[in-house]
């Protein structure tokens, strides 16, 4: 599906490079706001991220500290002339910040999932320009996230963008969120024109971890970062362990390099256009031989099928994974990877000789 969008820069927000958001996961007091506002004043952030209504996993924790916010947020967007973005989950959200001129909204991982409370949002959003971003839902599925894009889109709605924040998954690792990179990658083929920020905070969940996150975004031409930052976050009431101080905030942001699409450069663009021919012709081998292999195994097909024996043979499937994993070992490739490579030939195998079973 095509969408047509307003370009990032035509937002009404100050975007140089990259959208940059950075603010607390929660308002908690007024002296808070604005002492981050002060913070980041000089930081050239597009918006000041704030939490209003947190939407929280269990019942008990601060649950954010509502509509009374929004004053705290229009005077500091008054002093220190930093636009404001919140987090909306229902239509009375919305309500209240078009009605405080709020610059722009986002919609939460825990809302995204919702069709229901998504359409409630863009229904509300109707006729307005307002700016929207939408995160991805919490569990790895990009047909929930591409549907609430299309949701907003639909009610005509031209100001949108999308936010990765890491996915829920049942491996142990160092992320409170896996990354789970190939999603957004897919959403970027699918849906070229949308721009996608990344949040590091929130797939990271420890501060020290935030930069190497926010620079492969940025490899991976990211058009922009999603920031949380405390004046002090060791006292925040949410998320303490994953926010910086505005100071940190400055110091990331001056680490960090663009990367660009193309170079200018003739000797760049000669070099990498052999160096793609080689991939082209190498990729031309592989296919051939995957579909040389998956004729010798509609063979095997025959051959078991004469004999009444079973498609899958387990004894036989381990035994190649575990030889091509070693042999892996040796070219450099990560066992992850050679598990998933022949996970993926071995269902299509089996699923073929599925779909012969009428005709042999
Ligand atoms: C947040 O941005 O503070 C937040 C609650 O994020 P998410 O919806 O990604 O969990
Ligand atoms: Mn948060």
Not at 207 to 230: K, P, R, T
């Amino acid at each position: 599906m095509e969408l047509s969008l307003t370009p990032l820069n035509e937002w009404g927000l100050p975007v140089k490079n990259l959208l940059l958001s950075a603010g607390p996961c929660s308002a908690e007091s007024e002296e808070q706001v604005m002492a981050t506002a002060k913070g980041l004043a000089d930081s050239n952030i597009s918006f000041m991220r704030v939490g209003l209504w947190k939407p929280r996993t269990r019942p008990g924790s601060f649950e954010g500290v509502g509509i009374e916010g929004l004053d705290w947020l229009t005077r500091a967007r008054d002093e220190y002339n930093i636009p404001i973005g919140i987090e909306v989950a229902t239509p009375e959200h919305v309500e209240a910040c078009l009605k405080h001129n709020i610059d722009i909204v986002w919609i939460g991982a825990r809302t995204t999932p919702n069709p229901f409370a998504v359409q409630a949002i863009a229904d509300a959003l109707k006729g307005t320009d307002m700016p929207i971003l939408i995160k991805n839902p919490i569990s790895p599925d990009i047909e929930l996230w591409l549907g609430a894009i299309e949701r907003m889109h639909a009610v005509g709605l031209k100001k949108i963008g999308a936010i990765h924040r890491g996915f829920s998954s049942s491996r142990q690792s160092i992320y409170r969120f896996a990354p789970n990179w190939k999603i957004p990658i897919e959403l970027k083929r699918r849906l070229p024109e949308i721009p996608i920020l990344c949040d590091p905070s929130h797939i990271c969940g420890k501060s020290e971890l935030i930069f190497s996150v926010a620079q492969e975004a940025l490899d991976l031409l990211y058009d922009g970062l999603m920031v949380e930052v405390h004046i002090d976050p060791t006292k925040a009431l949410s998320d303490a362990e994953q926010q910086l101080t505005p100071k940190q905030y400055h110091s990331l942001v001056d680490r960090l390099t663009l990367k660009r699409e193309l170079s200018d450069s003739q000797e760049f663009k000669t070099r990498l256009k052999e160096l793609r021919t080689e991939v082209d012709h190498i990729d031309n081998n592989v296919l051939e031989l995957l579909g040389k292999r998956m004729e010798i195994v509609q063979d095997m097909w025959a051959l078991k099928l004469a004999n009444n024996v079973s498609a899958l043979q387990p004894h036989r499937w381990k035994e190649i994974i575990k030889s091509r994993i070693e042999a892996g070992q040796d070219l450099q490739l990560s066992e992850n990877f050679i598990f998933q490579l022949f996970q993926g030939i071995h269902e299509e195998a089996i699923r073929q000789q599925a779909d012969t079973t009428d005709e042999i």
